[in-house]
């Protein structure tokens, strides 16, 4: 049976109304996770008002071990 381990990483959005987040800053943290072995298994908002975005929660996983 194979084991896992998980890591959840929350970006805070700015702007006006949130929402906004550095994108070469955000995907510079996903390629770092990648090269040490975590694949990205979900990614979603929390909502703050009419839409807006408070975070972006990220989701890896790699076997245990690695």
């Known amino acids: 049976m194979e084991n896992w381990e998980y890591r959840t990483i929350k970006f805070?959005?700015?702007g006006f109304l949130g929402?906004?987040?550095d994108e070469q800053e955000?995907?510079?943290e996903l390629n770092?996770?990648?090269q040490e072995g975590w694949e990205?298994?979900?990614c979603f908002d929390t909502s703050q008002t009419e839409g807006a975005s408070r975070?972006?929660?990220?989701?890896f996983?790699?076997?245990?071990g690695f």
Do not use: A
């Open 40 to 42: 990205l298994v979900s």
């Open 55 to 59: 975070y972006i929660i990220v989701v």
């Open 12 to 14: 805070k959005t700015g």
């Open 61 to 64: 996983k790699r076997k245990k």
């Open 19 to 21: 929402g906004k987040i």
């Open 26 to 28: 955000f995907q510079d």
């Open 32 to 34: 770092t996770h990648g």
